[in-house]
C-alpha cells in the first residue's frame, strides 16, 4: 500500500518562511497525483495545492504566489515552501497521494497524519 508522512511543521513568526516535506513509501507507480491540504481549528480541510499526474501544478487561491510546490525527480517527495506566512495559515497540513489522473480534496487517496504550523 502507500504511507505518507509530512514533516517540517513548526513555529513561525508571521512574514517568516517555512519548508514542508512529504515522503511518500510503498507499492505504487509513479507518477501520483499528490497534494498539500490544511485544517485549521474548527475549519473545514482546504486544499492548498495539487499536483495531477500530468505534472501541472494547480493551486489553491489563498496561498498562490506566497506558497510554492515541487517534488524531487522520484517522485516520491512532496515539498511545500512557504514564504511570508500569516497567522490564518496555522493548520495542520496534511500530504495526499493518489493514483488517479487528479486528486482534489474531496477525492479517495492515501493521507499523511499532518505536520502541524503555528504562526506568532
Known amino acids: 500500500d502507500v504511507q505518507l508522512v509530512e514533516s517540517g511543521g513548526d513555529s513561525v513568526q508571521a512574514g517568516g518562511s517555512l519548508r514542508l516535506s512529504c515522503v511518500v513509501t510503498g507499492t505504487f507507480t509513479v507518477p501520483l497525483c499528490m497534494g498539500w491540504y490544511r485544517q485549521g481549528p474548527g475549519q473545514e480541510r482546504e486544499e492548498i495545492v495539487r499536483i495531477p499526474r500530468n505534472g501541472l501544478p494547480r493551486y489553491g487561491s489563498s496561498t498562490q504566489g506566497r506558497f510554492t510546490v515541487s517534488k524531487d525527480n522520484a517522485g516520491k517527495s512532496l515539498y511545500l515552501q512557504m514564504n511570508s506566512v500569516q497567522p490564518s495559515d496555522a493548520a495542520t497540513y496534511y500530504c495526499?497521494?493518489?493514483?488517479?489522473?487528479?486528486?482534489?480534496?474531496?477525492?479517495?487517496?492515501?493521507w499523511g497524519q499532518g505536520t502541524q504550523v503555528t504562526v506568532s
Open positions: 495526499k497521494a493518489s493514483r488517479s489522473w487528479d486528486c482534489p480534496s474531496a477525492s479517495s487517496g492515501y
